[in-house]
């Protein structure tokens, strides 16, 4: 299996650009997770959907944030207008039922300049 | 509601040192407990887990315990490597309440092994 796979990789933008991170989960699996990474503040889970069903967003920052799995095997993050205190790593991670690990992708690297 | 606490980091030694890094966690009913390790550059994955406690998890040369009596999971390692050096995750899992289907982690603890 290849695995959680994640789009791009690395992303530089300018502050007020629309950003666009790409995941696709791992075949079969129901679950998917977005969570940011900082020094500052750790690992923080974003939100997390159920069979493509938004379950808890309680962790998106602010409006500019927005979440969407459209099918089972593809689920988006877009932050627009991105700022500065967007720069983080970005991970996606699924699962393939409740309690059961998650795996997680490689990660996007985001830079907001 | 759901916490897990990990040692204060960062952790060095010198390469075949026993490793411990202690993870406490706060929760109602019967949680599970996990450790992932994040290498550089890298996404987290998982190394162990244990599912009820007294069962201990082991891989790659890694051993926890689940002890309730403690609420504690810590992670040993009898004689580190370089290629130990990552970053270590305590999580737990726990169906009941606001927290279903999700994991909480605790702060990570950054491990440097030096030849």
């Known amino acids: 299996d290849a695995g959680v796979i994640q789009s791009p990789r690395h992303e530089v933008t300018e502050m007020g650009q629309e950003v666009t991170l790409r995941c696709k989960p791992i075949?079969?699996?129901?679950?998917l997770f977005w969570y940011r990474q900082t020094m500052m503040r750790g690992l923080e889970l974003l939100i997390y959907?159920?069979?493509?069903?938004?379950?808890?967003d309680s962790g998106m920052p602010e409006d500019r944030f927005s979440a969407k799995m459209p099918n089972a095997s593809f689920s988006t993050l877009k932050i627009q207008p991105s700022e500065p205190r967007d720069s983080a790593v970005y991970f996606c991670?699924?699962?393939?039922?409740?309690?059961?690990?998650?795996?997680f992708g490689p990660g996007t690297r985001l830079l907001v300049l | 509601g759901n916490s897990v606490t990990q040692m204060e980091g960062p952790v060095t030694l010198s390469e075949e040192a026993f490793l411990t890094i202690n993870c406490t966690y706060t929760?109602?009913?019967?949680?599970?407990l996990f450790w992932y390790v994040q290498y550089p550059g890298e996404g987290l994955q998982l190394l162990l887990k244990?599912?009820?406690?007294?069962d201990k998890g082991s891989n790659k040369g890694f051993e926890a315990t689940y002890r309730k009596e403690t609420t504690s999971f810590h992670l040993e390692k009898g004689s580190v490597q370089v290629s130990d050096s990552a970053v270590y995750f305590c999580?737990?899992?726990?169906?009941?309440?606001?927290?279903?289907?999700?994991?909480?982690f605790g702060q990570g603890t950054i491990l440097t092994v030096h030849p």
């Open positions: 959907f159920n069979n493509n069903v938004p379950i808890d």
């Open positions: 244990a599912t009820k406690a007294d």
């Open positions: 929760a109602t009913g019967y949680p599970s």
């Open positions: 075949s079969g699996h129901n679950s």
């Open positions: 991670a699924s699962r393939y039922r409740v309690g059961e690990t998650q795996y």
């Open positions: 999580a737990l899992y726990n169906a009941g309440g606001t927290s279903y289907g999700k994991l909480t």
